[in-house]
């Protein structure tokens, strides 16, 4: 979760120290709180902790020794909130947004579309962090494809209309995006170096919906992600003990399971 501890987008040393006491309390991985990509509209507030960018990059290097000295891993959260707005600090000072067309919710505007150049830059600022989560020690990383934001916003056939090759009326079509920048994330990383990828059903606009309706459509939407190089899902439900399809008790963690084959977070 977001905390906010990062002026200028530099975690400082109470945020280092925030991630090692918990590694110190006997916490074995630590997934952060959402770190935006090397590109200026990733985030939508000034205090969110950037991955990128010689004094961010050495804030975060102060977090990850600190955690490992305990023992811990470390593993980063990259992300691009698209057009979502950050509804605690509305009036933080933020490049402005993009998203797939326009939308962050249904019927809700949110950043300009995205042209073809804009969607190879943010596929080429997640393969950067990925690329420098590694370099800096990190033991792998997470991408943030869940509650809305910039992957989910294409993969809602609510918020991507487009007619391109990353839009159309299946599922599949609209994970192409999120697939190129898993496999640019792989191609920056080796083969060797765990890759996440954090999913949700539901969004910040609506916490009922339903990218997939049933495990075909689940197998649809994940199965191209994990060829492209996901190595865990993360699956976040808001109530975990809850059945994701009528007539068998697997939640969602337990479903993606099933269907891509993958190790699963629930």
């Known amino acids: 979760m977001s ?14 120290e925030y991630y090692r006491r918990r590694a110190a309390g006997g916490v074995g991985t630590i997934i952060t709180e959402g770190t935006g990509v090397a590109i200026d509209h990733a985030v939508a507030a000034d205090n969110i902790p950037l991955f990128d960018g010689e004094e961010p990059l050495a804030g975060w290097k102060g977090a990850i020794d600190a955690v490992h000295a305990e023992g811990g891993m470390f593993v980063p959260q990259l992300w691009h909130v698209g057009g979502c707005m950050d509804f605690n600090f509305p009036d933080s000072p933020h490049a402005p947004l993009v998203s797939p067309s326009g939308f962050a919710g249904p019927d809700i505007e949110g950043g300009r579309a995205m042209t073809q150049q804009d969607i ?3 596929v080429a600022a997640f393969a950067k962090s990925a690329r420098l989560a590694k370099e800096i020690g990190c033991d792998a990383i997470e991408l943030h494809g869940a509650h809305g934001y910039i992957f989910d916003q294409f993969f809602w056939d609510r918020t991507n209309l487009r007619n391109d090759r990353y839009g159309g009326p299946d599922i599949a ?17 080796g083969e060797d170096f765990a890759i996440i990828l954090r999913v949700s059903q539901w969004k910040t606009y609506d916490y009922d919906v339903k990218l997939a309706a049933d495990p075909d459509e689940l197998h649809r939407w994940l199965d191209p992600l994990a060829r492209a190089g996901v190595d865990i899902f993360h699956a976040s439900q808001r109530r975990f003990w809850d059945p994701e399809f009528e007539g068998d008790h697997k939640n969602l963690g337990g479903w993606i399971k099933e269907v891509t084959g993958k190790p699963v977070i629930t």
């Open 3 to 16: 905390r906010y501890f990062a002026p200028g987008g530099v975690l400082g040393e109470d945020g280092a």
């Open 173 to 189: 079509d609209r994970a192409t995006f999120a697939a190129e920048v898993v496999a640019a994330c792989r191609a920056a990383v």
């Open 120 to 122: 190879d830059d943010t």
